[in-house]
């Protein structure tokens, strides 16, 4: 077991390596080699499959309840408001800056670090720590491909950045294209039924449209018109129009659930694109929540996704660094941040295992 100094050393030069390494999702293949020489340098068995890296943390027992620890090594492209290179990890006044530094890097490598920490000790769980690709577009390669590979985990601790305050809950999310249907006709003749004036219905329902159930922690769901399209010349009434609705649904709903509620109120023909990108929540009485209250936490429903939206097992989301500061230009995370995650993280699950041998 290494001290927390070195282990934080480690992490920094890990994120180091990181930044310097473009990764953007679909393209995570060199930061995988990374992941896979930090593992084979420590004498870690690790497994991969296509760029996601995972590793126990001693020999599995299925006697013993099991916890993931993830977070993603992809990024988005950098914008173009950088002012420095976004593939140079430059420290300046205590801020690491970079590409992916803060989201998640930042998280990534402080998980790691505890891993690392606990790897080879007696624990009364099973640890799992795992690397996944393709978060940022919550790709179908990414943590959806590996779960089937892995044990099934009575709680995963998600990677983000939160500043350590710790998210129970997760908005989902839904796109839906939506049709509605007229009938064609000369504009000139007043022939037709026209299918934008139908849509405008609907428009108007969508914008007052409230869901009946709200999430204790997250609030309302929430729909948005964000795309529309009709016609095709100026002398002819429409026959269709389609627009794009996009649904941020809480804990209250499955998306399943919040379709249905729309479908009962609208008159277009609603298709959703995916309903994979489920909302999260923390069931009430889990030793997490408990472990958090003891730790004096905050907790809070997260408006933004994760990797937590394909997990099906229950989670939280926490990490340093600050969700303001994702995929925005000079992206950085204070090394202060780093330290503190690593003992956070640490903390956690010292604390988990302290209560579950108690309970």
Known sequence: MKDTQELFEDAVELLKQLIETPSLSRAENATADILEEYFSSRAIPFTKSGNNIWAFASSFDRNKPTLWLNSHHDT??????????????????????????????????????????????????????????????????????????????????????????????????????????????????????NAIYLALEDLQKIKDFQFKKVSQFLGKTKVSATVIHAGQQHNVVPDICEFVLDVRVTDAYTLQEALDELKSELNAELTPRSLRLQSSHVPEGHLILKVGEKLGKNTYGSPTLSDQALIPYPSVKIGPGDSARSHSADEFIYLKEIENGILGYIQILETYAAMLLKN
């Open 76 to 193: 988005v492209k950098p914008n173009a408001g950088y002012t420095k290179d976004p593939f140079l990890p430059t420290i300046e006044d205590g801020k690491l800056y970079g590409l992916g530094s803060n989201d998640a890097g930042g998280p990534l490598v402080s998980l790691i670090a505890a891993f690392t920490y606990f790897y080879g000790q007696d624990l009364p769980f099973n640890l799992i720590m795992i690397a996944s690709a393709e978060e940022e577009i919550s790709g179908k390669n990414g943590i959806a491909a590996v779960i089937d590979q892995l044990p099934a985990c009575d709680l995963a601790i998600v990677g983000e950045p939160t500043l350590m305050d710790m998210a129970v809950a997760e908005k989902g999310l839904m796109v839906i294209d939506a049709k509605v249907y007229g009938k064609a006709g000369h504009a000139a003749r007043e022939e037709g039924i």
